[in-house]
């Protein structure tokens, strides 16, 4: 046990809770690392809460009860939120992302890690009240976006796989329709979500919504349930999409290989 | 521009600057978002450095000169390392993990938010003295591993693609030889890594190293260079691999199928 000055102990308390999002810690717990009483840790959150909260990086909840404790939450402010989505149009929107065929070259933006921690508070922000036990995506590209965003739920992520992986143990797989409208095979092993449980899905893209509409399915048949779908980039077209509802931070409306322009838009 | 208290001003600077490991912030910066002097804020992190390193959880640098500026390091104190790894092992060596083939399913713990952040600041402690400029790793299992690495070091993420992706643009690929013996492709996006850039290559496991070594030739394809190899698991058979350096934090002795018992334990 280390005795520090409040300010130190206060900065390290903040630390400890923040690289645990959505972890629920008893006060008994830090006390014992700070040998502090817990009124006076207690005083020490009050004083977190409010810095965090002015400057819109996020809030501290107090569950009350015996199994009870405090827990850090991610928020992105409105005004944080709008800032990064209108920054990630921008630099999609660089001429030289356009590769033959009408792609768009994204994965220096996906797998930069700060961008996506950031994109991730975007996600647990909106999809907070779903309330979901677990974060999905499929194999490869949405792999750190849904990554973060189970980081700033504190929840676990599941990896759809592509085919049938052997060392997976037993696995369900199902068939779908790619946007190319090719037929593909996804799999999930039985043991990765629980029975009874809520799937949050999370994808850096969707045109037709084929992709997503298979790991709802594929959910359906481990006897979990989808409460949820987010992408970071939606296609305008096709307008109705394989999934009923789902959210989409940008939305993609043309990609010209001939002027080389690329319009894409945060969706506010 | 915002008036708060001193203790509130330290909580969200540790809190901004915590937010982007790695980054070099201006004094400058801070003091426009908070109205303090620099000097004022300069002892605030002197403050921050002191409390975060008593308790193990990192540092501050400064650099000095007009493009100088401070930036936060995570890093894992040998003590946290080494109760981590001990977890880690013995969380692995559970039973049921065992598959049939005498595999061993770990997906749940790769994909565990809080406890692949943790690996990934182990990663950047060992790692630390290559100052890589990107991390490399290859799909899938290893991904988020690798990114929470590129995330401990402010690093972008470089992920090898299994055969040859149309989306990526123009691409080099090779041939390399699976821990099963066979021959496969994988590729890599030419824009991704720029030349006569270093690479730190991060995995989740190896056996003889031939995906590693895949790697290091594809890198050298692209006139990049591999400067270490960090794995969480490596088996002790065969004792050679395919990569002459390469660092494991967790070393499989041995999985057996009818005792149901799986050797790992932690490389101290």
Chains 1, 2 share one sequence.
């Not at 990630?88 to 030289?96: V, W």
């Not at 797998?111 to 950031?118: I, R, T, V, Y």
């Not at 989808?226 to 509802?245: D, F, M, Q, R």
Request: glycine share 8%; net charge neutral; with cysteine.
């Amino acid at each position: 046990m280390i005795k520090v000055r409040r300010v130190e102990r206060v900065v390290a308390l903040s630390k400890m809770l923040m690289d645990m999002p959505g972890y629920l810690f008893s006060l008994g717990h830090f006390s014992n690392i700070f040998g502090a009483a817990k009124s006076t840790l207690s005083e020490d959150m009050v004083t977190i809460k409010q810095a965090i909260e002015q400057f819109g990086l996020g809030t501290v909840e107090t569950v009350s009860g015996a199994a009870g404790g405090l827990r850090y939450v991610p928020c992105h402010c409105e005004e944080r939120m709008n800032t990064l989505l209108t920054t990630l149009a921008a630099r999609l929107s660089e001429p030289e992302r356009i590769i033959p065929g009408g792609y768009l070259y994204m994965s220096d933006i996906l797998f930069m890690p700060d961008l996506m921690m950031q994109v991730g508070e975007i996600f647990r922000t909106r999809f907070a009240h779903l309330a979901p036990d677990y974060i999905m995506t499929v194999e490869t590209k949405g792999i750190p976006l849904a990554f973060t965003t189970a980081r700033a739920f504190g929840l676990p992520l599941v990896i759809v796989r592509q085919g049938s992986k052997v060392t997976e143990g037993p696995s369900v797989s199902i068939n779908y329709v790619t946007g190319a409208k090719r037929i593909q095979t996804m799999s999930l092993p039985r043991r990765a979500l629980a029975q009874g449980s809520k799937v949050l899905v999370i994808d850096d893209f969707m045109k037709a919504g084929g992709t997503a509409r298979g790991m709802i399915d594929l959910a359906n048949e481990v006897g979990a349930k989808v409460v949820g779908t987010g992408v970071l980039i939606a296609t305008n077209e096709p307008e109705k999409k394989l999934v009923e509802e789902y959210l989409a931070l940008l939305m993609l409306h043309d990609v010209d290989q001939h002027t080389k322009t690329i319009d894409i838009r945060p969706v506010f």
